[in-house]
């Protein structure tokens, strides 16, 4: 019952927003009949997703917020769902979104204003699509693959690290909704930190930008390194196997992998 109300607030505020320059004042009495506060304030000018800012949001997006906010920007268990937000909803390009980002705690604080602004046109882009696709009342589903190309891909790409009677044995009884499941296998979290070595200096990684990289060393204390093209700095995280898969799978290959997932009870 609440996630048919919560996804017909959506409806509703993608609607009003898609028409807030021609009808402020209608939307914001609708939303506000529906419990929330959208649509008071904000400028009228709506922000048209630009498709080439989208998938650059979408790299941010999933460099920095996705293992909390999940895939589709819908939440999970540990973040909210930024797609019903009234604070996204609301942005543009954005003038709401970069001050929460400084004002929330445990947030990336130093994200460019271009990054930030290339995240509000995917997460518009996430919106949009949410608005035109989802079934409002069932959620997707997602065990729609076949069990043995499941089970296969897995012994080709997944036992260097992975065992179905070792470390993901009973996977699917730990984490039973397919879709987390789904979620989880594509953005695993990060359980262990980056390690890193920088001028022969090896660590956790703290910090990385343009212009300075930080470890904290074995001995507990954090060294920073001034970057500058002589300075050698190696990564290895553990989850890059996993953003780089991103990029393989095809749409069967994901849904046969979560079938076979499923399985291992
Ligand atoms: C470590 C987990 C984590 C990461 C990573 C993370 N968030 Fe969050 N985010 C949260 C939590 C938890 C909240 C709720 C905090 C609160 O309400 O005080 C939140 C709240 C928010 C909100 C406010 C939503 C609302 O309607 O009030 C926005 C917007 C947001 N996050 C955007 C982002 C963006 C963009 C990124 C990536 C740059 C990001 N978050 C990364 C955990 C995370
Ligand atoms: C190069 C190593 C590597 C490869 C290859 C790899 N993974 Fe992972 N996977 C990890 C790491 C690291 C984690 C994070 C969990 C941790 O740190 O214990 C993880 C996490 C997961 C999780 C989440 C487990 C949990 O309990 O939350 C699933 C599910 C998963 N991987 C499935 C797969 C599948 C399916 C494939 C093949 C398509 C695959 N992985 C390929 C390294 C790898």
New binding site residues.
């Given amino acids: 019952m609440r996630r048919v109300a919560s996804v017909r607030f959506l409806t509703v505020a993608v609607q009003c927003w898609a028409r807030a320059r021609a009808a402020v004042g209608v939307c914001a009495r609708v939303v506000v009949g529906g419990g929330l506060v959208w649509g008071q304030a904000g400028p009228t000018v709506r922000q048209d997703v630009d498709p080439a800012a989208a998938l650059r949001g979408r790299a941010v997006y999933t460099q920095f917020c996705v293992n909390c906010h999940g895939a589709l920007a819908k939440g999970t268990e540990e973040a909210p769902d930024l797609i019903r937000s009234p604070l996204v909803l609301r942005d543009r390009l954005g003038n709401e979104l970069g001050p929460a980002l400084k004002r929330l705690p445990n947030h990336k604080r130093d994200l460019t204003n271009a990054q930030v602004g290339d995240m509000t046109h995917f997460l518009k882009e996430q919106i949009e699509n949410t608005a035109k696709n989802r079934n409002p009342v069932r959620p997707p589903n997602v065990l729609t693959g076949n069990l043995d190309a499941g089970r296969a891909?897995?012994n080709s790409?997944?036992?260097?690290?992975?065992s179905a009677t070792g470390?993901?044995a009973g996977?699917s009884r730990?984490?039973p909704d397919a879709v987390d499941?789904q979620q989880?296998?594509l953005f695993?979290?990060?359980?262990?930190p980056v390690q890193a070595t920088v001028a022969g200096v090896t660590g956790d990684l703290v910090r990385i930008d343009d212009f300075t990289v930080s470890l904290k060393t074995g001995a507990g204390e954090t060294r920073t390194w001034t970057r500058t093209d002589a300075l050698q700095v190696a990564l290895n995280d553990?989850?890059?196997?996993?953003q780089d898969?991103l990029d393989v799978?095809t749409d069967a290959?994901m849904h046969n992998?979560v079938r076979?997932?499923e399985s291992l009870k």
């Fill in positions: 891909y897995f790409k997944c036992t260097a690290c992975h470390d993901l996977v730990r984490i499941l989880r296998f695993p979290r990060r359980t262990k553990p989850l890059k196997a996993h898969l799978y290959d992998v076979y997932l």
